[in-house]
């Protein structure tokens, strides 16, 4: 019953949540795409601002997402 009490202020906050996953499996996926590297860092970061992440688990996010940056950054200059 309290769920559904707190549903209108926990609701959109777990759909930022879910939203910021969801981009993160999409990016695992395509992890040659730059943009999409850089949105789901932008998606996290929002979730962390938004204080659905704890910062442990958005620092260890953020670090692998910007080493796969870094990656793709390395190998698009390496093959110029």
Partial sequence: ?????????TGPLSGVTWVAEKLLEQAEGETNDLEVLQKQ?????LAFDMGELDEDLFEA????????????????SEEA
């Fill in 41 to 45: 860092l932008l998606a996290l970061q």
């Fill in 61 to 76: 996010q953020e670090e692998e997402l910007l080493l796969a940056i870094e990656d793709l950054q390395i190998q698009a």
């Fill in 1 to 9: 019953m309290l769920n559904l009490l707190l549903l209108p202020v």
